[in-house]
């Protein structure tokens, strides 16, 4: 079964301290790997995906590494107003689904 | 351009009666997704449609619950004699094809009372 394992569940920052959101992850052969963004009361907004082990996308302040196991979502000199709960999904390339399996988010705060 | 487009986007229904959660996809994606997120817990897939056809129901609940992406018109999710249990945000997302992003609505909060 695949499965999606977001580390540390909670994490409180300082404004422009950088840190480092975990996904682990097992699925039987790995399509893609996203990361959403997700405000209180919305839906998720869409960050990244990531294809392949050693692949890296950067938007502003944060940046997305995959490797076979796991990916990290660097955020650099974070600001309050990314503060929110971010989440890791992977999407297998068998079985014929396109669905989703999500981990359960990392909330962030940024404290100003 | 619009994105996903969900509603209402807050339910209340009594015990017994039925949901009804529209979807209206990003102009031009013809794949769409509906996922549950329950409080405290994760987005859990529940099906996934094209225009016409279901291609995998394997999270939804076997009673109660059915989905629909007609020809024209909103994908609808429908939840026939609501339990309390069923009180959670729905999400609604699309994608171009099924190999690419799924992009989500806004969700619908629906409330059991």
């Known amino acids: 079964e695949d499965q999606v394992t977001q580390s540390p569940e909670a994490l409180r920052l300082q404004e422009g301290e950088s840190s480092s959101l975990n996904c682990s992850y097992t699925?039987?052969?790995?399509?893609?790997l996203f990361w959403y963004r997700q405000d209180p009361g919305k839906g998720p907004e869409f960050l990244f995906t990531?294809?392949?082990a050693g692949e890296e996308k950067e938007k502003e302040r944060l940046k997305a590494t995959l490797t076979k196991k796991e990916s990290f979502l660097h955020i650099t000199a974070p600001k309050p107003e990314d503060s929110a709960t971010y989440l890791c999904a992977v999407q297998a390339a068998q079985g014929g689904s396109e669905k989703l399996v999500f981990g359960k988010g990392t909330k962030l705060t940024v404290n100003p | 351009n619009a994105g996903v487009m969900q509603n209402p986007r807050h339910l209340v229904r009594r015990r017994g009666q039925e949901a009804r959660l529209r979807c209206s996809p990003v102009k031009g994606h013809s794949h769409v997704y509906w996922y549950r997120q329950l409080p405290e817990e994760g987005l859990k897939f529940m099906v996934y449609?094209?225009?016409?056809?279901?291609?995998?129901e394997s999270g939804m609940p076997k009673e109660r619950f059915s989905a629909e992406f007609p020809k024209e018109g909103p994908s609808i999710l429908r939840i026939q004699q609501v339990v309390r249990g069923d009180s959670a945000a729905y999400f609604c997302?699309?994608?171009?094809?099924?190999?690419?992003?799924?992009?989500f609505g806004p969700g619908t909060r629906l409330t059991v009372l």
């Open positions: 997302a699309s994608s171009y094809s099924g190999v690419n992003t799924q992009y």
């Open positions: 990531l294809y392949s």
């Open positions: 699925v039987s052969g790995l399509r893609g």
């Open positions: 449609l094209q225009k016409e056809n279901i291609i995998d």
